[in-house]
């Protein structure tokens, strides 16, 4: 991997994931989130296994920007047996979503954006004989499911601003920013919409252990857009709401079943309860490509297990004594009975019943 160190800017979005140059010779540019927040650096990625290791290792994280990160790898691999014919180039992609299909296995846009890779791939080789036009219609495929994320998040974050009222405390949990999108975010989205909107709210982030990526990610996120932010430790979330100084909690989603089951950043689960507990609204904001219809409920969803090591050596610093047992789920799932509503780009859905997500996501 080539690096190349560039100063964060002030822009209102992060480019987190994209494409740099033409189909032929471009390669994926994403932001290693792992050094975040101290180090701002972009990785190049020049072939598959560099963009299932970033994938693997969470360099690129968050459920809509896998997907598009796989996306854009499934260019690279596109290109790997060569480029002299259309059949070399649509069976180097198959091998090559097959085996992205293997970096993580809970958020459903990564399987979602790499069924469109192989989809137009198929469908664009039984078309045309020349590489060159193939190769062309793989990236704009990719660079479409990126646009279209960027256009859910704004969407998302209209209809989920229309909830928020001004003055409200914000609870949120991981990240589901500019970070793990395309753009804008979900969660965050529905915050940056309401403050563009002149509704002032102050968020209270939760850490996230195991990984932090509400303390490196989110805070970092919502300070340098001048949101006013506070960082709590995880287990001070119920506290917190005990204290009455949040009024809605919304957060992201990796996949949600048919009857509204949602799986998102362990911890999720937890603050769901509490939400309850205290009558505060608890929000999902995700796009419908989140949504997993094939499923019938969460007790389905796959749940990602992670090293060890991230829960005894965080950081690199060792935090438990050596040769003990531990349990690392990456994500949890929130009951649909503890969610308020739901926030698409299609517009919200609640109350959460199988009908209602059928209706606006089924189609
Ligand atoms: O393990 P991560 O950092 O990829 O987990 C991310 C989350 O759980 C997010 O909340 C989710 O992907 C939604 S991102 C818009």
């Given at each position: 991997m080539s690096v190349d160190s560039t100063e964060a800017d002030l822009r209102p979005t992060v480019e987190t994931v994209g494409w740099v140059g033409s189909a032929h010779d471009g390669f994926v540019r994403l932001i290693?989130?792992?050094?975040?927040p101290g180090t701002f650096v972009h990785i190049d990625c020049k072939n598959v296994d560099q963009v299932w290791e970033a994938i693997k290792m969470l360099r690129v994280r968050g459920a809509p920007a896998i997907g598009i990160a796989a996306a854009f790898g499934a260019l690279l691999g596109a290109r790997s047996q060569g480029i002299d014919s259309v059949d070399s180039i649509r069976s180097a992609l198959k091998q090559a979503t097959t085996s992205l299909r293997?970096?993580?296995?809970?958020?459903?846009n990564l399987f979602w954006a790499l069924d469109r890779m192989d989809r137009i791939a198929e469908t664009e080789a039984s078309r045309t004989s020349d590489p060159n036009t193939l190769l062309e219609r793989i990236l704009t495929e990719a660079r479409a499911i990126q646009d279209e994320d960027r256009a859910m998040c704004r969407s998302i974050g209209r209809f989920g601003a229309e909830l928020l009222s001004p003055g409200q405390g914000v609870l949120t949990h991981c990240n589901a920013g500019g970070l793990a999108t395309s753009?804008?975010?979900?969660a965050l989205a529905v915050i940056f919409s309401a403050v563009e909107q002149g509704k002032s709210v102050h968020v209270f982030a939760d850490e996230t252990r195991p990984l932090l990526q509400g303390a490196r990610l989110t805070a970092w996120e919502l300070q340098r857009r001048g949101i006013p932010v506070t960082l709590i430790c995880d287990n001070m979330a119920a506290q917190v709401m005990k204290e009455g100084r949040v009024q809605a909690v919304v957060v992201g989603a990796d996949r949600i079943a048919a009857n509204g089951d949602t799986a998102n950043k362990i911890g999720t689960y937890s603050v769901a309860l509490a939400a309850r507990a205290h009558d505060i609204p608890f929000y999902v904001a995700a796009p419908s490509?989140?949504?997993?219809?094939?499923?019938?409920?969460?007790?389905s969803i796959p749940i990602e297990q992670r090293d060890p090591r991230e829960i005894t050596?965080?950081?690199?610093?060792?935090t438990a004594p050596e040769g003990i047992q531990v349990y690392n789920p990456a994500f949890d799932v929130t009951p649909a009975?503890?969610?308020?509503a739901f926030i698409t780009e299609r517009g919200v859905i609640r109350p959460i019943t199988r009908e209602a997500i059928r209706n606006l996501i089924g189609s």
């Open positions: 290693d989130q792992t050094l975040l293997t970096s993580r296995p809970t958020a459903v753009d804008y975010g979900t490509s989140t949504f997993d219809l094939t499923l019938s409920d969460g007790s050596h965080g950081f690199g610093h060792a009975a503890l969610i308020t």
